[in-house]
T-cell receptor
Framework: DQQVKQNSPSLSVQEGRISILNCDYTNSMFDYFLWYKKYPAEGPTFLISISSIKDKNEDGRFTVFLNKSAKHLSLHIVPSQPGDSAVYFCAASEGSSGSARQLTFGSGTQLTVLP | DVKVTQSSRYLVKRTGEKVFLECVQDMDHENMFWYRQDPGLGLRLIYFSYDVKMKEKGDIPEGYSVSREKKERFSLILESASTNQTSMYLC???????????????FGQGTRLTVV
């Protein structure tokens, strides 16, 4: 049973337009959410995160929105650039005392930005 | 910059072989993780460690073991490799931040393991 779901395996967007990647989660204990970007044959790289005490976090062209009541988050990229073409993973973790926080990942969305 | 280094980019092993995947991080992170990535399944956690000699099972530990004898090094062991363990293996590390919240995890470049 997937606790983090990315229902769109792929998304194509024209260069300069907005890319919106979506992610849903089922575990109400998740309180920290992250987006990673992954190019082929490379490890994922961290993009942006948001704590559950916020509903929006912005970093340059990237903005993450969190809707806790809907258990939904989204990543907005504007304007989209061809170099943004990659697989984007949504991840979530829950608070715990003691041991390391595990990240639970979604299945990923392949974003293609068309020139 | 944080650096997480995996010993091999590509490995080909035979069924039944014992396989060692090594990972080293240089940022004194407490936590280290092993994931595997498969198409349509995302990244799934195999094992993680929050301290030297400590280990905890992730979501799919069957067929794997781990070793953490030094803080900077975390090894994944396939006791007897099988074809269904053909996958991309990713190591990651993170520190335990403010109020116990982890900072983001940093990943190595991945090891593409093929078991024939």
């Amino acid at each position: 049973d997937q606790q983090v779901k990315q229902n769109s395996p792929s998304l194509s967007v024209q260069e300069g337009r907005i890319s919106i990647l979506n992610c849903d989660y089922t575990n109400s204990m998740f309180d920290y959410f992250l987006w990673y970007k992954k190019y082929p044959a490379e490890g994922p790289t961290f993009l942006i995160s948001i704590s559950s005490i916020k509903d929006k976090n912005e970093d340059g062209r990237f903005t993450v929105f969190l809707n806790k009541s809907a258990k939904h988050l989204s990543l907005h990229i504007v304007p989209s650039q061809p170099g943004d073409s990659a697989v984007y993973f949504c991840a979530a973790s829950e608070g715990s005392s003691g041991s390391a926080r595990q990240l639970t990942f979604g299945s990923g969305t392949q974003l293609t930005v068309l020139p | 910059d944080v650096k997480v280094t995996q010993s091999s980019r590509y490995l080909v092993k035979r069924t039944g072989e014992k396989v060692f995947l090594e990972c080293v991080q240089d940022m004194d992170h407490e936590n280290m993780f092993w994931y595997r990535q498969d198409p349509g399944l995302g990244l799934r956690l195999i094992y993680f460690s929050y301290d030297v000699k400590m280990k905890e099972k992730g979501d799919i530990p069957e067929g794997y073991s781990v070793s953490r004898e030094k803080k900077e090094r975390f090894s994944l062991i396939l006791e007897s490799a099988s074809t269904n363990q053909t996958s991309m293996y990713l190591c990651a590390s993170s520190s335990t931040g403010w109020w116990g919240m982890n900072t983001e995890a940093f990943f190595g470049q991945g090891t593409r393991l093929t078991v024939v």
